[in-house]
Structure formats: structure tokens, C-alpha cells
């Protein structure tokens, strides 16, 4: 079982930028495809940016060009660097990593989440 920890959430006024990490631990065959999601309150949980093991990326319209998803594989660790932050940007951010356990399962792990608040 891989566990997930995130860290890099806070307070940031609007216009400002945070950096999210998402450290993975745990043995595994392989990392796979690596992403971030957010949930506000009253909001259905939605994906932000994901990256695969080749390092392919994809966002979500609302975080185009102001997102950027990386990954350290040595580290087994996820970044999510996010400028030009907007309060509708405000969101539990949740890592997720898809992985190949030992036993050649494939399977996926959620970490507890980071919360981000935009304000001024």
C-alpha cells in the first residue's frame, strides 16, 4: 500500500502563488499516472492537473496556464506549482497515485489532503 502525504497548503492573498508536494512511500513495482484534485465545500471533488510515468501532463480549463503538475521519480514525489491563484482556487487539494504493488496489483491510493485558501 502506498501512502500520500501532502504538504505546501495555506493562506495566499489573490495574484500569489504556492507550491503543493506530494510525497508517496511504500513499495511498488512502479508509479504510474500521478494527479491532483480539489474539492471545496458543496463542490464535487474535480481534477486539476495529472501527470504519467512518461511525464504526459494534463489540466483542468480552469487552471490552464497558471498550473504547473511535475514529478521527481527518484523522490516518488508529485509537485503542483500554482501561480496567479484566484479565490475560486480555494479547495482541499488531494493527491492520488496510481501504482503496481508487489503482488502485480494495480491499484490507487488517495492522500489526507492539503487545504489552499485564496484571500485577501
Known amino acids: 500500500q502506498v501512502q500520500l502525504v501532502e504538504s505546501g497548503g495555506g493562506l495566499v492573498q489573490p495574484g500569489g502563488s504556492l507550491r503543493l508536494s506530494c510525497a508517496a512511500s511504500g513499495r511498488v513495482l512502479s508509479l504510474n499516472t500521478l494527479a491532483w484534485y480539489r474539492q471545496a465545500p458543496g463542490k464535487q471533488r474535480e481534477l486539476v492537473a495529472s501527470i504519467t510515468s512518461g511525464s504526459i501532463t494534463a489540466y483542468g480549463d480552469s487552471v490552464k496556464g497558471r498550473f504547473t503538475i511535475s514529478r521527481d521519480n527518484a523522490k516518488k514525489t508529485v509537485y503542483l506549482q500554482m501561480n496567479s491563484l484566484k479565490p475560486e482556487d480555494t479547495a482541499v487539494y488531494l493527491c492520488?497515485?496510481?501504482?503496481?504493488?508487489?503482488?502485480?496489483?494495480?491499484?490507487?491510493?488517495w492522500g489526507q489532503g492539503t487545504q489552499v485558501t485564496v484571500s485577501s
Open positions: 492520488n497515485a496510481g501504482y503496481v504493488d508487489t503482488n502485480w496489483s494495480v491499484l490507487s491510493s
